[in-house]
């Protein structure tokens, strides 16, 4: 008999910015151990917008993360009985022939392309190619189209050997299973869905001629794109003899079609139909779901099966969180968790402070990437900690905007979920949510970190007869922040404000507001929480 009982176990792996981490769950009993290994970021000092990676470091950095893992388990590799991976993305790598790389990861975060980004928006709406609007009618930098143009264009020597492009979640899939026709590849829904216009609806990808009318240079790139567009529910494939040896695996174990680590880090922070999840780190990812596909102008993607296959995905988010507290904090010479424990004391509108956090654009629902950050209400006594607080109240507010976008358009939202790394360490910013929001917030109470992608794991090893009983089994309980009615009520002042300024500020086209109401009604409002006139608040 095995180690890990009568139970099942499978391999979950989160590819990260910087690290992968490989964590084996067992059916029965939980996390069982995880590793991780590192892999370098290449920039340069010639061009702050290049992020590229190496696929040979990718695969060496998971074979050594799921050494470490198994050693952490204390368990033979022969146990494992699948493994499913989540990737960032876009993060983008063109491929020749026999699936070899013909260059570096186009790293999510690679900002080279927003030229390209611009001309794929602009060229989009002349067309009225309906698949815009399906992502927020703007085009990013960050998103697969836009990547493979910006490497056309700047590799004019290697054009002619282009057999495909992956996004990173398919391509290592891929070759974990011996892949090397591009078209038998498998692609993932979620990628291609909320990343490259792709729209099951509207016949797939954009059409070849509008591909042509943004660069000649798309040109048959469109059947380059060929292959299987799968939900995560399907086989991609089976684990190679050479991937199982580098691995320490079984051979032919399935691994089922990926996704972005956002999306599987709500299936593993126990997403249902009704809830939204805040994956908060250096920037947020918003993950919704829906019975329906119906349009939500301003978001990120409607994708069908992106995230749970039975239901429609629906991807938002802020340009900058955690990067934004980092900003703060480095102003004012201190580290910003330092900061987040000198605001507990803080309450509701007491800083007088109405922050809109542009600081890196917006992402949703104005996309706008020109933007910057504003601060309102500055005084001669106000400090680095009341500016960290104003930033959360600001997020936390922005976030208001989007799920009412959401509501506005078909998507229930009864419960939210706060994942990723922040919500673990800063209660405030949780009970900031919860009140700015008037919803109850959730925090999963453990490391969930991979969990998603074990999940699916599972589903391709037979462990679990669907996602809800897989969540039920091995999603850990959240912590509960409910809101206070003082508190709520003191944003439901506050939040009028700022919803003008957001529209009013964030468009070149909007229309003349009157904001001579916002600097007093601030400073009315922080005056009487300090003086304790508001109720269940002292000073």
Not at 189 to 212: I, T, Y
Request: hydrophobic fraction near 40%.
């Amino acid at each position: 008999m095995s180690k890990t009982g009568s139970g099942v176990t499978v391999a979950g792996v989160d590819f990260g910015t910087l690290s992968v981490r490989v964590s084996l769950f067992h059916s029965e009993r939980g996390r069982l151990g995880s590793g991780t290994a590192e892999y370098p970021l290449h920039r340069t000092k010639s061009d702050p917008d290049h992020a590229t990676q190496s696929h040979e470091d990718h695969m060496r950095a998971l074979a050594e993360a799921t050494r470490r893992a198994l050693e952490a388990a204390g368990i033979s590799g022969s146990e494992v009985a699948a493994i499913a991976l989540d990737t960032t993305g876009s993060s983008v790598v063109p491929v020749g022939a026999g699936m070899k790389p013909l260059a570096e990861y186009y790293l999510w975060c690679d900002h080279r392309s927003w030229r390209e980004a611009a001309e794929i928006t602009a060229r989009a709406h002349e067309y009225q190619l309906p698949a815009i609007e399906w992502c927020g009618g703007v085009y990013s930098s960050e998103w697969g189209f836009s990547k493979l143009l910006h490497w056309l264009r700047h590799n004019p020597e290697r054009r002619g050997e282009l057999a495909s492009a992956f996004e990173h979640c398919d391509f290592v899939a891929a070759v974990l299973s011996g892949v090397t026709d591009a078209s038998q590849a498998a692609r993932s829904v979620c990628a291609m869905g909320h990343k490259w216009l792709w729209n099951a609806s509207l016949g797939g990808l954009p059409p070849e001629d509008f591909l042509v009318k943004v660069d000649p240079l798309l040109a048959g790139v469109r059947a380059k794109l060929d292959g299987r567009y799968l939900t995560s529910d399907k086989i991609a494939g089976h684990l190679s003899a050479y991937w199982a040896e580098q691995l320490g695996l079984p051979a032919g174990i399935p691994i089922p079609v990926g996704a972005f680590d956002a999306h599987w880090d709500a299936i593993g922070a126990g997403v249902r139909l009704g809830d939204v999840v805040n994956v908060i780190g250096t920037s947020t990812c918003i993950i919704g779901l829906s019975k329906t596909a119906q349009l939500v102008p301003g978001v990120c993607g409607v994708v069908p099966g992106s995230v749970d296959p039975q239901l429609t995905g629906i991807e938002a988010g802020l340009s900058a969180v955690g990067d934004i507290f980092e900003a703060i904090a480095r102003r004012g010479g201190k580290k910003a968790a330092d900061l987040a424990q000198g605001i507990g004391s803080h309450r509701a509108g007491e800083t007088g402070l109405l922050r809109l956090t542009w600081d890196n654009g917006d992402r949703t629902v104005l996309v706008n990437p020109e933007l910057g950050g504003v601060t309102l209400g500055w005084n001669l006594t106000h400090t680095a900690e009341d500016e960290m607080f104003a930033a959360i109240e600001g997020t936390a507010l922005h976030t208001r905007i989007i799920l009412e976008r959401m509501e506005e358009h078909g998507a229930s939202v009864e419960r939210i979920i706060n994942g990723g790394g922040i919500p673990q360490r800063n209660e405030t910013l949780n009970q900031v949510y919860a009140n700015a929001l008037n919803k109850p917030i959730l925090v999963p109470q453990g490391d969930v970190t991979s969990l998603g992608s074990a999940i699916f794991a599972f589903l391709a090893a037979g462990a679990f007869p669907s996602i809800e009983a897989a969540q039920k089994a091995m999603c850990p309980p959240h912590k509960v922040y409910e809101p206070e009615p003082h508190s709520v009520a003191t944003y439901n002042e506050i939040y009028p404000l700022y919803r003008k300024l957001y529209f009013a500020l964030g468009s070149k086209t909007s229309a003349p507001v009157s904001a001579g109401d916002i600097l007093p009604k601030l400073r009315e409002v922080a005056a009487q929480v300090r003086s304790g006139a508001r109720g269940g608040q002292t000073a």
